[in-house]
């Protein structure tokens, strides 16, 4: 006679749960430049910091952010398209997403850009005309799998940016009446590889109770 020991079968299922669904802790927020920002420096026509070397040695993992903390002089392309990437100019390719503060010149601005796909991800400002891409405002990193995309990044297409709350409260009667500048974020083509990536959740938990029913019948 079989004894069927249900507690088991349970805490064998949270375990697998618990070990199989990736948790907010396992994601970064990385701040793109440390403490310097995603700055040009217009006096020495260059970046203020060097970013391949701030990029150099750290760990990226799908899921995780990128955070420029920069103003409205510089953008930011995310892009997959390496030539893109070397001429500074993303104008001619679908894998790329431009995001911006707006076009109120050198208002504060903070950028989250998810991390949704394996590889190489290429950053770079194309404000100037390309010029600060050229002068350092560029950087490449290698996203690694990690843990994999959390759920509200496997849906296509992903969140929209939301607006950095105001660094201060003093806002001009200009500021009410005109709409604020929102962060425009262009979508090419990340929804479209988001989707594909969305299949790799679908089956993890059914399969656990499948492998807890597993356990309990033999
Ligand atoms: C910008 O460049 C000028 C000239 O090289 C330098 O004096 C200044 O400290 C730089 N500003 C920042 C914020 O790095
Ligand atoms: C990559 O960018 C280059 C330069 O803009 C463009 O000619 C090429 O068509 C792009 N490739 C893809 C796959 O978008
Ligand atoms: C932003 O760029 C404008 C020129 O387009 C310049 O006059 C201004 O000083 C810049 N502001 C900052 C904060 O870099
Ligand atoms: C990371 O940045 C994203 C996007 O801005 C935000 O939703 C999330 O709360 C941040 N996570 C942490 C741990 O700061
Ligand atoms: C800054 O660098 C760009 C790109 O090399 C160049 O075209 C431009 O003339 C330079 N500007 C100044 C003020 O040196």
Redesign the pocket.
Known sequence: MKIINISSYLTIITLLVLTTIPS?ES???HTVGGASGWYFNRSSNKSITDYSKWASGKTFNLGD?L?FDTNTNQTVIQTYNETAYKICNADDTDAATVYSGGAEIGKQV?L?V?LIIEGDNYFFSSADDGAQCQKGMAFKIDVEHGVGLPPSLNQPPPPPF?DPPPSDQSTTPSDTTNPSPQAERFHKNGGQSGRIMGMQHMGVVPFCVLFGFLVLVL
């Open positions: 907010s994601y970064t927020n952010y955070i903070v989250s998810a939301v």
